[in-house]
């Protein structure tokens, strides 16, 4: 059998969980009888059936699945959680062959869902696609094994690399003014703006500067795609932010990260939780910290510039997607400093999309 061909059909499918399948991650399973697929199916939002769950359910002889293969993205679970292991379920209904695409590095099963099926005399591969498997699990495996969320840094440059025309620092007594009347200043065209938002539908979060609320009062949510809002973090230092800006709306939750110190009593609302950092050092580490706490699997950090170099500066990124628009300030905001080797590049009408891996 064509055990690549299966696992690439696993990962096709496994692509329609990303976004609400988290904190589980989003697997793909397809279940083959006689070079035929007989079912498939991937992971549900979390608490609902497993991906391999939905595949066993969906094959229409179950009489079939005793001489059949399962293919899937991901070790299969073999813990007890919201659902039971599902390796217990493939022993149950005796499928002879399990082709894995990756070892699930989580150590509530890490090789231990694989042994469950060995003692039970199936016959298990593992590895086919290995790499391509890693790569769409990525956030669940940055996650287990470097205790944070998978980093996606995200920005808009002009072509003589500025990110602002001008200075977007006020004083305070124009921070409420400036988030009334303000309209953000686009860099990108429209279709590299809706593919932000297919973007934000995937992650779990994002984040921005102080500076970037001040100057653009952004809603950071999904507008232009189908797909959850993302939980909102900014960083509010010293609590700057006037109540009426559309971040602190309490429509989406919202965490906002201050200074040790910073918090008023009377700072709290609904749907908006407070977190204290020290400001002064390991900035990046800090949040992360935080995120982890509020069990969040990956972020977008937007901006502005010098949250972007925080993150950049302490190497806490793995992937960045930076798009340069069909425009010219001539003088403003530079843009972050990325020195790396850029992966891949694709035109958007007149824009163009670079995109950085952090290896």
């Known amino acids: 059998m064509n055990h690549e061909f299966y696992i690439k059909r696993c990962l096709q499918i496994a692509k329609n969980g990303i976004g609400t399948s988290r904190p589980n991650p989003s697997v793909g399973a397809v279940i083959v009888h006689k070079n035929k697929i007989i079912g498939e199916g991937f992971t549900s939002v979390y608490g609902k059936n497993h991906a391999e769950v939905n595949a066993i359910n969906a094959v229409k002889n179950p009489k079939l699945l005793e001489k059949a293969t399962i293919y899937v993205t991901l070790e299969p679970c073999s813990h007890f959680g919201k659902t039971p292991p599902c390796a217990d379920l493939i022993v149950k209904k005796k499928l002879k062959n399990v082709v894995i695409g990756c070892l699930d590095s989580n150590s509530l099963v890490s090789g231990k869902g694989i042994l469950r099926l060995q003692k039970a005399g199936i016959n298990v591969i593992v590895g086919v696609l290995e790499e391509a498997c890693r790569e769409h699990h990525k956030r669940f495996f940055t996650v287990q094994e470097k205790k944070r969320p998978y980093l996606i840094l995200k920005w808009a440059e002009t072509k003589d690399g500025f990110v602002y025309p001008k200075p977007i620092i006020r004083p305070q007594e124009l ?95 609904e749907n908006v939780c407070f977190e204290e950092i020290n400001f002064f050092k390991n900035i990046g580490k800090q949040i992360c910290d935080v995120l982890q706490k509020h069990n969040i699997q990956s972020l977008i950090v937007e901006g502005g510039t010098q949250t972007l170099q925080t993150f950049i500066d302490e190497n806490l990124w793995d992937e960045a997607m930076v798009f340069v628009g069909d425009c010219n300030f001539k003088k403003g905001v530079k843009a972050p400093s990325l020195k790396t080797n850029k992966v891949s590049e694709q035109n958007i009408k007149k824009d163009v999309l670079k995109i950085y891996k952090n290896d």
């Open 175 to 269: 921070v409420s003014e400036s988030i009334k009347n303000n309209a953000p200043i686009w860099i990108s065209n429209q279709y590299s703006q809706q593919l932000v938002h297919k973007l934000r539908s995937k992650e779990h979060a994002i984040l921005v500067g102080t500076n970037t609320v001040l100057a653009d009062n952004p809603q950071l949510n999904v507008r232009s795609w189908f797909g959850e809002n993302p939980v909102r973090v900014v960083l509010d230092r010293s609590l700057r932010i006037p109540k009426n800006a559309n971040i602190l709306d309490g429509s989406v939750k919202t965490i906002v990260i201050c200074n040790v110190g910073s918090l008023r009593r009377e700072d709290r609302r």
